[in-house]
C-alpha cells in the first residue's frame, strides 16, 4: 500500500522560513518523480514543484521560484520542500504526491502552513 | 500559466448524469492526452479519478468516464450517487517549464 505522509507545517511570520517533509512507503521511491501541490483556505489547487528520480531535474511554479527548492532522499524515502521568505499568501495545506506518467496517482493528506504575524 | 476553466458549480438528482467542463488551450488540455480529473471530499486528500483524458484507475467504478474535444476536457458521473458530492479538479501537462495546471473547481451537489 502507498503511503505519504507530510510534516513540518505550522504558524510562521512573513519572511521566515519552514521545511516541509513527505515520508514514503509502498513504492519504488527511487524511480518516481514526485510533486507538492497547495491548497490555500477554501481555494482551488495549485501545482508547486516537482523532482525527477534522480533529483536531476526540478520545476517549479512562477510564484515560488527562487523562495522555494525541492529535494528528495532516496536512502531515506523521503521528499522536502525548503521553503523562505514566506508570504502571506503561501498559506496552504501542501500535499506531496506521486507523480506517475503526467498525473498524480497518490497523494498524502496534507500538512497546514501559515504565514502570519 | 492561467488555470484551466471549471464550472464554479454543477448539480444533479441521484441516478442522473452530469458533466463537468475543463477549458483550456493548446498549449495545454489541446495540446496533450494528460488530462487528469481528481474528486475531493471536505478536509480530504484529492484522488484520481481520470487520467490520460479517458482511463480510470483501479477501484473507481464506472460511472465515471472522460473525453476530449479541441481544448476542453469533460467528466461525465453517470448514475449519480451520493458519495459523489464532492469538489472536482482537472489538470493537464503543459510542456512548459510550469509542467502542470490545474483547473478552478467544480462543485458536484447531490439534490
Known amino acids: 500500500e502507498v503511503q505519504l505522509v507530510e510534516s513540518g507545517g505550522g504558524l510562521v511570520q512573513p519572511g521566515g522560513s519552514l521545511r516541509l517533509s513527505c515520508a514514503a512507503s509502498?513504492?519504488?521511491?527511487?524511480?518516481?518523480?514526485l510533486t507538492w501541490v497547495r491548497q490555500a483556505p477554501g481555494k482551488g489547487l495549485e501545482w508547486v514543484a516537482n523532482i525527477k528520480p534522480d533529483g536531476s531535474e526540478k520545476y517549479y511554479v512562477d510564484s515560488v521560484k527562487g523562495r522555494f527548492t525541492i529535494s528528495r532522499d532516496n536512502a531515506k524515502n523521503s521528499l522536502y520542500l525548503q521553503m523562505n521568505s514566506l508570504r502571506a499568501d503561501d498559506t496552504a495545506v501542501y500535499y506531496c504526491a506521486r507523480d506517475w506518467g503526467y498525473r498524480m496517482d497518490d497523494w498524502g493528506q496534507g500538512t497546514l502552513v501559515t504565514v502570519s504575524s | 500559466q492561467s488555470a484551466l476553466t471549471q464550472p464554479a458549480s454543477v448539480s444533479g438528482s441521484p441516478g442522473q448524469s452530469i458533466t463537468i467542463s475543463c477549458t483550456g488551450a493548446?498549449?495545454?488540455?489541446?495540446?496533450?492526452?494528460?488530462v487528469s480529473w481528481y474528486q475531493q471530499h471536505p478536509g480530504k486528500a484529492p484522488k484520481l479519478m481520470i487520467y490520460e483524458v479517458s482511463s480510470r484507475p483501479s477501484g473507481v467504478p464506472d460511472r465515471f468516464s472522460g473525453s476530449k474535444s479541441g481544448n476542453t476536457a469533460s467528466l461525465t458521473i453517470s448514475g449519480l450517487q451520493a458519495e459523489d458530492e464532492a469538489d472536482y479538479y482537472c489538470?493537464?501537462?503543459?510542456?512548459?517549464?510550469?509542467?502542470?495546471?490545474f483547473g478552478t473547481g467544480t462543485k458536484v451537489t447531490v439534490l
Open positions: 489538470s493537464s501537462h503543459t510542456g512548459s517549464s510550469t509542467p502542470y495546471v
Open positions: 493548446s498549449s495545454d488540455v489541446g495540446g496533450y492526452i494528460y
Open positions: 509502498g513504492f519504488d521511491f527511487r524511480n518516481e518523480w
